[in-house]
Structure formats: C-alpha cells, structure tokens
C-alpha cells in the first residue's frame, strides 16, 4: 500500500546531540512537509520541499534542518540548537497539483533525556 | 493571508447524540478547506474536503460539513456519534499560491460519552 513512513516512533535525545528523523514516502508526490505538534498549539511547519534538491523554511525552522536528495525522502535533523526539542513530529506529502490534501505520517515523539 | 478558527477546543456529546465542530476560516483566495482527525500518538488522517465543487461534503465515517461563503464557515456534523469517534478534529485551509500550504486550526477535541 502507497503511504508515508516515519522512523523511529520514539526518539530520545542527550544535550547536546543532533538526531535525524527519517521520513520516506512511496505515493510519488513532488512535496513534502515537516511539521511540529505541541499540546493545545495545532500543527506548526519547520520545513517544506516541493521538488528534490530544493527546500524551503517555515514557521519554526530555527534548531532544524532537512534535505530533500530523493523524492520519495525528506530527513529531519534536530540540533542541538534547538533548546526545545520535545515535541511530536509530523512528516507529510502532497501531490503536484494545487488544492490536494497533504498525506501524514504516523509521526515520531521526540524527548530529551 | 489566512487562518482558521476553531470555535471550541473541547466538544463532549453522549453517543448516538450528534455532532458539531466548528470551524471559520479567511482566506485572500478561494480556498479549499479540509478536515482531519488525529487519534492519539498517531498522524492525521483526511475526513473530506472542499475544493470549489458541492458545498456540502460528505467524508469517512459518516462526517460532513458545509462550506457557507456567506458566513465564512466549514462546520463539521455527523448525524450520530459512536465511541470510535473521540479524537481530536483539525480544519485546515489552503489558500492556494506557490507553496500550496495548510494553516491548522488549533485543534477540537471530541470527547464521546457511554
């Protein structure tokens, strides 16, 4: 089945650490979309890419980075500048044409030991 | 620009009782406007969407919601509500543009009660 995976579900993070969330989709769309969930706060967007090798920042990039290398791929890495990172991660993706839902992941929880 | 609206963070109904969240919306565009459901630690599902064609939309699960222009509304209903439905709601619009992105509203949770 067509769909988008996000590893690992639970992630625990040291002081100091970088960690990469992985993101892979196989429905062929050309975006792709990194977002953020706080408790009472809606989604946030960190990052987007329309198209491979192209990205660009959203609401909340400060402490994030991304990389889009393939279609079916857009990675996720939370620095060490980013003094909040606990939170609730949410990969989606969405086809070329305008007006189509976005299609998520079932999302990766990200805490600091 | 645009935004969204949710006009109650928390809903609770009896089940077989129906359902209403509320949802308004602006947008500089004509806009299509969705609905999503998130059950706990899990992502976001799509319930229906509004993308300019019939007004009133009818989704997954028995959902609809009526897109009102007039009153710049998209309020989400279903007729009888079951205990599977308790989950958090989200309406979100695109405003179209390059960048094709969603704002989120911040969230309607819907408790079910037995």
């Known amino acids: 089945d067509g769909g988008i995976t996000q590893s690992p579900k639970y992630l625990f993070r040291k002081e100091g650490q970088n960690v990469t969330l992985s993101c892979e989709q196989n429905?062929?769309?050309?975006?792709m979309y990194w977002y953020r969930q706080d408790p009472g706060q809606g989604l946030r967007l960190i990052y987007y890419s329309q198209i491979v090798n192209d990205f660009q920042k959203g609401d909340i990039a400060e402490g994030y980075s991304v990389s889009r290398e393939k279609k079916e791929s857009f990675p996720l890495t939370v620095t060490s500048a980013q003094k909040n990172p606990t939170a609730f991660y949410l990969c989606a993706s969405q086809p070329g044409q305008g007006g189509q839902p976005q299609h998520f992941g079932d999302g990766t929880r990200l805490s600091i030991l | 620009a645009q935004s969204v609206t949710q006009l109650d963070s928390h809903v609770s109904v009896s089940e077989g009782t129906p359902v209403l969240l509320r949802c308004n919306y602006s947008?500089?565009?004509?806009?299509?406007l969705f609905w999503y459901v998130q059950h706990p630690n899990k992502g976001l599902q799509l319930l229906l969407k509004?993308?300019?064609?019939?007004?009133l939309v009818k989704g997954i699960n028995g959902f609809e919601a009526e897109f009102k222009k007039s009153e710049t509304s998209f309020h989400l209903t279903k007729p009888s509500a079951h205990m599977s439905d308790a989950a958090e709601y989200f309406c979100v619009v695109s405003g179209g543009g390059a960048a094709r992105q969603l704002t989120f509203g911040s969230g309607t949770q819907l408790t079910v009660l037995p």
């Open positions: 509004y993308t300019s064609a019939a007004t």
């Open positions: 947008s500089s565009y004509s806009p299509s």
């Open positions: 429905l062929n769309h050309d975006a």
